[in-house]
């Protein structure tokens, strides 16, 4: 990499650290007639490397607007390793679900949200357990990290859980198993401006910063692409109304989603497999 691009892509990364604006949510998230309710449901959401719990206010609000209690854990994601972070923030949301005496405990994650809870799930068992969704997850690594992690800039940045996203033997993504949950994956194809350059890294399609094949894990319920970036993927009105029909139903809605984008995305995953060390 030479100088010039390292230094294009570092400032990229500054900028995947700039809060989002807000935006006016549509009424795609309310309930069909006839769809089941929230019940006494409650919702954990985590968010990705280096945000706040604000990242995820609009799914917070869409939730609660849909009858479940909901509670978006804030924790120091570039501070400590992943293994560290889930052992503190996943429980820090069932407290609070268990306070409310939840009978079902949902979880919707952005990002690194879903390593923190998929290493959490794969040695705490949760009773309470329902429906999963994942927003953009690099469950099999990203291609950005393998190129910029060691950089001064990207650790100082990014932290000691950045430096865990690689797709290699050594990110922590190769030592996560298989689901054994009801999880729904959603992913997006398009590349907001400021990711073109990193997106240009990554094989096949991709959202600027995971492939939509490496979103994918053994064991997932449901998988869905939509033409939305990863920064923004958590303030898309059609995204929040798909996560919503996925805790009610554990699938989501297929009416009007075209085929060719998962269609590339299988054959995305076979590359990856192929060239994946057995």
Known sequence: MTLVALRVA???????????????????????????????????????????????????????????????VDYPSRSKPIEALAVTAVPQGLQYCRNRHADRIHFVTHSMGGLVLRYYLASHPVPELGKVVMLSPPNQGSEVADALVGTVVYDRINGPAGGQLGTGPDGIAARLGRIDYTLGIITGNEQTAVDSWLARQIPGQNDGKVSVARAKVEGMTDFLVLPVTHTFIVMDDKVIAQTLHFLRHGRFRREGIPTEAADLADRDARHVAARSPH
């Not at 917070?60 to 909901?70: K, T, V």
């Open 10 to 72: 570092l400032v990229i990364l500054a900028l995947w650290l700039c809060a989002f604006p807000m935006q006016a949510r549509s009424q795609e998230t309310a309930p069909l007639p006839g769809e089941p309710g929230a019940g006494n449901a409650c919702v954990v959401l985590l968010h990705g490397l280096g945000r706040t719990y604000r990242s995820m206010d609009m799914i917070a609000s869409a939730l609660r607007d849909a009858g479940y209690e909901a509670i978006s």
